[in-house]
């Protein structure tokens, strides 16, 4: 299946956090699409890099919402009705952004960061 565009992908359905991925349906001009979102792909987000259960579950639908580009992506280039996993090499390809997007935690600002991590500034 090829879509002319991604914009024909609609997620439907409950996002539903099974403790292994966040799945949810997809709904494309040539049918449903199963799709699974493993922990490791939202560990590939910096802000959800050591994100435990409870904190997936509670933000799955931001989580969808910011890998949602690169789904739509994998979910156009593969076989009609087929189960789809998004995998962590899939977003760094398919949209940086979603990757660098995430803002940073006020352990990551500038100023918070420990001494010994700070980086030198030229004189």
Not at 79 to 96: K, S, T
Not at 103 to 121: C, F, I, L, R
Request: charge should be negative; charged fraction near 25%; glycine fraction near 6%.
């Amino acid at each position: 299946m090829t879509l002319n565009s991604v914009r024909d992908i609609e997620f439907v359905g409950e996002i539903e956090w099974d403790g292994k991925a966040i799945v949810v349906g997809a709904a494309t001009p040539f049918g449903h699409v199963s799709c699974r979102i493993p922990r490791e792909t939202i560990h590939a987000l910096p802000v959800y890099s050591d994100a435990l259960e409870r904190e997936i579950r509670l933000e799955r639908h931001l989580i969808l919402e910011r890998l949602a580009p690169a789904l739509r992506t994998k979910i156009s280039t593969s076989g009609a009705g087929e189960p789809v996993d998004l995998w962590p090499w899939e977003i760094r390809r398919a949209c940086p952004a979603a990757v660098a997007s995430a803002s940073p935690t006020d352990q990551e600002a500038p100023g918070n960061m420990p001494e010994a991590m700070e980086k030198p500034q030229p004189s």
